[in-house]
T-cell receptor, first 114, second 113 residues
Framework: NAGVTQTPKFQVLKTGQSMTLQCAQDMNHEYMSWYRQDPGMGLRLIHYSVGAGITDQGEVPNGYNVSRSTTEDFPLRLLSAAPSQTSVYFC?????????????FGPGTRLTVL | TQLLEQSPQFLSIQEGENLTVYCNSSSVFSSLQWYRQEPGEGPVLLVTVVTGGEVKKLKRLTFQFGDARKDSSLHITAAQPGDTGLYLCAGAYSGGGADGLTFGKGTHLIIQP
C-alpha cells in the first residue's frame, strides 16, 4: 500500500514553461486535493475533487488546472509557470469529502520557477 | 477567507520541558485537526477533535478543543528531540462545504537535547 505518491520530487522551470505534477493514491479515496505551502503562509488549497469527473477551485486556483479522469489520479497542471508559483506542492486524499476525515498527504513536489 | 491563528510561530526548548501550542479563530469549527510535518515530508494527522470541551491524549501529547469550538491547544509533556517538527492545526468551519480545510501557519518546534 503506497498511499499517496507524487512525482517529481524536485523540479526547476523557466518562466513561461508548462508542466504537470503527478499525484496518485491507491486507497480508493473519493476526495483529493492540491495544496501549496509557502514560508509564513501555511498550506493553501488550490483545487479539489470529490470524485472522478468532478473538480472545483480552492483558495488560490489561478494559473493551475486539474482533471480527475480516474479515482486514483489527480494531476495538477501549470499552464505558464511564473516565479510566484515557486513553492512546495502537496497532494492529499481522504475517504470522503467529510471535513473531519483524515487527510493523507503525499511527500510533496518542490518547484522552483526562474 | 477564514483565519486560523497559531501561536507561537517558533519555539525552541530544552528536552524535558513542557510546552503548549495554541490555535485560535473568531469562527466556530465543526471539527479541528492537528498535524505534524517533518522536513521534506507531508503533514501526518495526529488527532481530530469534534466536540466542544473534548480532550484527547496521544502518549505525551494532550489535545484540547475549546468549549465554544473556536480554539484548540496542544500540550506536550516532557518534550523529547523526536518531537521536533512543524505542528499545524487545520479547521473545518461550520456551514462549510467540501472545499478542504483551513490551515494555520504552523508552529516550528525545536527540542534541544
Amino acid at each position: 500500500n503506497a498511499g499517496v505518491t507524487q512525482t517529481p520530487k524536485f523540479q526547476v522551470l523557466k518562466t513561461g514553461q508548462s508542466m504537470t505534477l503527478q499525484c496518485a493514491q491507491d486507497m480508493n479515496h473519493e476526495y483529493m486535493s492540491w495544496y501549496r505551502q509557502d514560508p509564513g503562509m501555511g498550506l493553501r488549497l488550490i483545487h479539489y475533487s470529490v470524485g472522478a469527473g468532478i473538480t472545483d477551485q480552492g483558495e488560490v486556483p489561478n494559473g493551475y488546472n486539474v482533471s480527475r479522469s480516474t479515482t486514483e489520479d489527480f494531476p495538477l497542471r501549470l499552464l505558464s509557470a511564473a516565479p510566484s508559483q515557486t513553492s512546495v506542492y502537496f497532494c492529499a486524499s481522504s475517504y470522503s469529502a467529510g471535513r473531519s476525515d483524515t487527510q493523507y498527504f503525499g511527500p510533496g513536489t518542490r518547484l522552483t520557477v526562474l | 477567507t477564514q483565519l486560523l491563528e497559531q501561536s507561537p510561530q517558533f519555539l525552541s526548548i530544552q528536552e524535558g520541558e513542557n510546552l503548549t501550542v495554541y490555535c485560535n479563530s473568531s469562527s466556530v469549527f465543526s471539527s479541528l485537526q492537528w498535524y505534524r510535518q517533518e522536513p521534506g515530508e507531508g503533514p501526518v494527522l495526529l488527532v481530530t477533535v469534534v466536540t466542544g470541551g473534548e480532550v484527547k491524549k496521544l502518549k505525551r501529547l494532550t489535545f484540547q478543543f475549546g468549549d465554544a469550538r473556536k480554539d484548540s491547544s496542544l500540550h506536550i509533556t516532557a518534550a523529547q528531540p523526536g518531537d521536533t517538527g512543524l505542528y499545524l492545526c487545520a479547521g473545518a468551519y461550520s456551514g462549510g462545504g467540501a472545499d478542504g480545510l483551513t490551515f494555520g501557519k504552523g508552529t516550528h518546534l525545536i527540542i534541544q537535547p
